[in-house]
């Protein structure tokens, strides 16, 4: 892939379970991006993907190539915390295919994210970004994210400690 990848953007169905899954374990198996250690089977990773309906704050967006479908990545809005007062309240995340990554396809994932949760009852989104990213430092500052701080050594993978940044954004809500 060269410069900007043409993609289209649609919500998740259950026929991209597989893709998906296939998409996230090898942030798990390569990276410190999750804090997931263990691969996740399609059955196993079937609840996450129900809990992203095509409604309601909890969104699960796909980037696909025009002509093959082909999943280039996918961004989601998570439950923040599971207490009530937390409602209003969610995590974003964004997972590319190793080869969409620098072609604005994150970018496309937030915009076409962020349109749809303009039309629910959301107020705060949050990101936690295992450092170093910078990839992904820039994309969430771009869409307005602000540094909150960070947590020193907070998750242990592959034999190490790695820094987690968090950033909040503010959103209009109904």
């Not at 997972?95 to 705060?124: C, I, K, M, N």
């Amino acid at each position: 892939m060269t410069g900007r990848t043409e993609a289209q953007v649609r919500p998740g169905t259950a026929a991209d379970l597989g893709a998906l899954t296939d998409l996230y374990n090898h942030y798990v198996r390569e990276t410190a991006v999750t804090f997931d250690t263990a691969e996740f089977t399609q059955e196993g990773r079937r609840p996450w993907l129900l809990s992203h309906p095509e409604d309601g704050p909890y969104r699960l967006m796909v980037a696909t190539e025009p002509h093959s479908q082909r999943i280039l990545g996918y961004a989601t809005s998570s439950p923040h915390r599971p207490k009530a007062a937390y409602a209003t309240s969610v995590e974003t995340s964004v997972y590319l295919a190793p080869e969409a990554t620098g072609h604005g396809v994150g970018s496309l994932l937030y915009t076409a994210l962020f349109a749809a949760l303009a039309q629910e009852d959301v107020h705060r989104a949050y990101a936690g970004i295992a450092l170093p990213n910078e990839a992904s430092v820039r994309l969430h500052t771009r869409f307005g994210f602000r540094h909150l701080g960070t947590f020193g050594e907070v998750g242990r993978k592959f034999g190490r400690y790695w820094d987690v940044a968090w950033y909040e954004k503010a959103l209009p809500g109904r």
